[in-house]
């Protein structure tokens, strides 16, 4: 079964200083990478996504994310962090799940903090 | 285009009572999947339907059940509801293929007391 694993459920940063959150899969199959970021009481909005046709993925409001696959790992960065960038933050596979499906996994989330 | 819309956003309910959740996708977008989120177990995938058909399920019992229609609005349903159910209910759409992302609804938010 795949699996994802965010290190840190927090993670502080002063305004201005880099964002890096850390993201390492388990698949058995070449994967399909996402992020997304939910702000409280909201749903998920896809930062950015990796399936494939470039390692290293921009994405929306300045986040980036480098795909590893001799680390097996999806870090995501931002150069400069802003105020708005407070949220929780998710990584997730999908991976084929039978009959056509591909089904999201998730991290379990990392809280960014944005420290004025 | 309209974003996912998932109705009601809201929801409290009584340990045993039923709930019908609904979800509208994006024109255009025949798979619909849902997902139920809690502190405790973070997001986890309930069922996926493509063009009707339940294609995939999550490890959830009975309890959870859904259906999609021709217009590709969704519903999920949750019978005989425990204390444990009381969790955000995120509805995401999709083209369906591989590599497509999935757009989130803004969630119902259900409490059982």
């Known amino acids: 079964a795949q699996s994802v694993t965010q290190l840190g459920s927090h993670v502080s940063v002063s305004e201005g200083a880099l964002v890096l959150l850390r993201c390492n899969y388990s698949s058995s199959v070449p994967p399909y990478l996402f992020w997304y970021v939910q702000y409280p009481n909201q749903g998920l909005q896809l930062l950015l996504k990796?399936?494939?046709?470039?390692?290293l993925v921009k994405g929306i409001n300045g986040f980036e994310a480098e795909f590893k696959k001799s680390e097996t790992s999806f870090h995501l960065t931002k150069p400069s962090a802003h105020m708005s960038d407070a949220a929780e933050y998710f990584c997730?596979?999908?991976?084929?799940?039978?009959?056509?499906?591909?089904?999201?996994?998730f991290g379990k989330g990392t809280k960014l903090s944005v420290i004025p | 285009k309209a974003g996912v819309t998932q109705t009601p956003r809201y929801l409290i309910k009584t340990r045993g009572q039923q709930v019908t959740l609904s979800c509208s996708p994006i024109?255009?977008?025949?798979?619909v999947s849902w997902y139920q989120q809690t502190p405790g177990q973070g997001l986890q995938f309930l069922f996926e339907y493509f063009s009707e058909t339940q294609r995939n399920k999550g490890n959830f019992p009975g309890r959870f059940s859904g259906r999609q229609f021709s217009n590709s609005r969704s519903e999920m349903n949750v019978s005989t509801l425990e204390l444990g159910d009381s969790a955000l209910y995120l509805c995401?759409?999709?083209?369906?293929?591989?590599?497509?992302?999935?757009?989130f609804g803004p969630g119902t938010r259900l409490t059982v007391t």
């Open positions: 990796y399936t494939s046709a470039a390692t």
């Open positions: 997730a596979v999908t991976s084929p799940s039978g009959a056509g499906s591909y089904q999201l996994t």
């Open positions: 995401a759409s999709s083209p369906g293929g591989a590599g497509y992302e999935q757009y």
């Open positions: 024109s255009g977008h025949r798979s």
